[in-house]
């Protein structure tokens, strides 16, 4: 197999904009030469440092995430970061593609990259393409801001990548209760309560965020690593209280690194996608042939270089397949 060019890997790591873009064409190519080679170098770059913060925002249709990234990507600029954008819009339902890159409503600096995909048949908020495109721009950037396309209140893909939830609510949105206090309660680090500009209804929002938070069925973490998730009413329309998010963002950061969770998050990220892979490549009955999530954990585990192994299970089984027919 053809490595990755020192060259094309150097390109990345210095967020060069148009290796990045490439990268990321290779990434959705599914002729299989060229998944080989975007294999590939997802392994090379496996051997560097994954230094990026992923962010993603999730929340129901309308609730402003485009807005709030907007914001949030300003001081990361002023502060001189490598910023990368991912956002998961709605499918176009006759040619398949991105229906509405939200990057039509961002004003972004030209040191930001943005990337639309389409969630297409994908249920949970994001698109396959989203997982690995983070992955590899995790070695490329400081922040990456993860938009999910509209949620309702089980779609909780994100927290499968992101290093950081935000959980974007909204006040005058009906019975906000019926919303949060499904499943999605139970994934975010940070909820903001945008378009708080009226202080009666932001508070009204923010008490019932608090409650449905605190009812939420949360896995709790060992002692040192807890974390209290804050509660925040902010506006992108008006730039109110988006400094306390962004602190709130890099006190997760420094939380995460601290407590030693930002490996456990990311070891099991990592596995996610590749059972996810798996299973879009061979189904459950091929997954419980290669001894399920247990038996691609353990593979997973042994392999050093992590993207290799669904290439290598997907042959295995194949193999099993043919053995078995002849």
Known sequence: ?????????????????????RALNLL??????????ALTLLDTLSTLPAAAQVVGLTGPPGVGKSSLISRLIEPQVQA???????????SSRVSGGALLGDRGRMQLPAQVYARSYAA???????????????????HCCDVI??????????????????DTTVLVVQPFSGDLLQFIKAGVMEIPDIL????ADNQTLAQKALSDTQAALALARRPAPPESETWDSPVLAVSAATNLNMDTLNQALRAHWQHLQATASLEKRRA?????WGIGEILHEVGQRGLAALGGVEGVRAAWNQ????????????ALLESVRYRTSS
């Open 1 to 21: 197999m053809t490595p990755s060019p020192p060259s094309t890997v150097a390109a990345l790591v210095d967020f060069n904009r148009q290796a990045i873009a």
């Open 28 to 37: 959705e190519d599914r002729r299989p030469d060229r998944q080989a080679q």
């Open 80 to 90: 001189g970061r490598r910023v990368a954008i991912i956002a998961v819009d709605p």
């Open 120 to 138: 297409r048949n994908r249920l949970g908020g994001l698109s396959r393409e989203a997982f690995s495109a983070v992955f590899l721009l995790r």
């Open 145 to 162: 801001l993860v938009e999910t396309v509209g949620v309702g209140q089980s779609e909780t893909d994100i927290a499968a990548l992101a």
């Open 192 to 195: 903001a309560v945008n378009k």
């Open 268 to 272: 099991t990220q990592n596995l996610e």
């Open 303 to 314: 392999q050093p270089a992590h993207w290799s192994v669904v290439r290598k299970l997907s």
